[in-house]
């Protein structure tokens, strides 16, 4: 490969970029999509959250309040762990969205009528959700904390002397519960998508509308070089956005960042190669601008947008959706982002996100080089 002929075809990517600058909208295709999406992505109840319990007492008063959360339609205890660090860990890797912890002295103070008080551990990276689980944590304790007073009362005949069951939360991650904080990260996953796909799309099949593309085959550039020429500038246009987004969700939306900045770029350039080897395919195999960036729009921007988690709750969409999102790469560097930018993940615990984003890096990455090819046919 020719390092002076394949920069010589990144400067007239440039040129291209700078002269025609505009992007195609689409008229009818993306209301009906996004009619499909949001009547069937879009659900508001949540339910079947999961949740680990720490249970520090054991009593018959401490399984009784457990029972009351695993007959809770809202909850599914995944776990219940001996120690604090496992219940730290299950919040970290995301097994659950809250830990609740019942103190070891739990039914002495329901006996004795002092305040009881259950900590609830939420995980806030999605602001919404934390608001509702400690909604329904709440509701559930206070149900428990009703049947202690009713069972008392018909024991003993009296009032209750027993302080109703608190719940203290306290929220992990995004302490705030300030929305920004959730959706400003993923808003890189949706520029990536529009600069590598949507406009890398247009690329070659720009070359066939305006019947340069036979001149290209005259030159003695190879596919790779055309190839390559033209992803680069796209790629260097992507990164310097992406950083741009950043510095901005952090000096000026005060977005917390507490993962490093090396994971961050390296999990960036890996879906920067995927959405430009998916928006190159779609270049190729169209041969229409117009084809091309509808194509690019429906399979790229629109399930970034609808079906990645950077919106809805991917746990909360139905069964069938849930199963498209593992084929949608921009699922995987929205979940990178918001455990890099909230929780501070390191690289070693990122691996159930970016394994699936390194095979998409390689697969698409040779079906867009075996897809072109310098001919006419």
Known sequence: MNVRRMLVMAQKEVL????????????????IILVLLFGYGVNIDLKGLPVVVLDQEGSQQSQD?????????????????????????????????????????????LRGGGPVQVQALVDATDDNSANILTGYLQSVVQAYSAQVQA????????????????VQVRTWYNEDLESSAFIIPGILALVMSVIGAFLTSLTIAREWERGTMEQLISTPVSAGEIMMGKLIPYFVLGMADTVICALLAIFWFKVPFRGSYATLMISSAMFMVVVLSMGFFISVLAKGQFAASQIALITTFLPAFLLSGFLFAIEQ???PLQVITHVIPARYYVSVLKKIFLKGTTITMLYTDLAPLAIFTV??????TRSFHKRLS
């Open 317 to 319: 969409m139905p069964v």
């Open 65 to 109: 309040l457990l029972k009351h959360l695993q007959a809770s339609q809202y909850f599914h205890v995944a776990g219940v762990v001996n120690q604090y660090s496992a219940l730290t860990r299950a919040l970290d890797r995301g097994d659950a969205k809250a830990g609740v912890v019942i103190p070891w002295n739990f039914s002495e103070r």
């Open 151 to 166: 069972d008392w009362l018909q024991n003993h005949g009296a009032p209750v002397p027993v302080a109703p069951v608190a």
């Open 363 to 368: 697969v698409l990455g040779v079906l867009a």
């Open 16 to 31: 291209h970029i700078v002269r025609d600058p505009q992007s195609l909208a689409i008229v009818i295709v993306m209301p």
